[in-house]
């Protein structure tokens, strides 16, 4: 089992820049694919960003994509989400995801951490 907190979100302004953090507990994150999935009042969970166990490779989402950056430190069982230049339509909760496989489909995520509301004003 592993357990995910995140942290860091909170109000900007658009324009702004903010960092998610997201802790892991329980076992070592090393082997796994951690990633992010974002939720807006009304809407389906929108898949983020992921970065690979290997090589720590990357993927985004169009709408995030050259604007966020995922990164990760096995050591420190932790992955990061740094989102620059936020738009009010990045406005959601965000939850950091664990996973054996590296995919978009939010099914495919048995570790979800409880979220963390970022609210960007225009």
Request: proline fraction near 2%; charge should be neutral.
């Amino acid at each position: 089992q592993v357990q995910l907190v995140e942290s860091g979100g909170g109000l900007v302004q658009a324009g702004d820049s903010l960092r998610l953090s997201c802790a892991a507990a329980g076992r070592t994150v090393a082997s796994l694919n951690l990633g992010w999935f974002r939720q807006a009042p009304g809407k389906e969970r929108e898949f983020v960003g992921y970065i690979r166990r290997d090589f720590e490779r990357t993927y985004y989402a169009d709408s995030v994509k050259g604007r966020f950056t995922i990164s990760r430190d096995n050591a420190k069982n932790t992955q990061w989400l740094l989102m620059n230049s936020l738009k009010p339509e990045d406005m959601a909760v965000y939850f950091c995801v664990a996973s054996e496989v590296f995919t978009t489909n939010a099914d495919d995520y048995p570790y979800w951490g409880q979220g963390t509301q970022v609210t960007v004003s225009s």
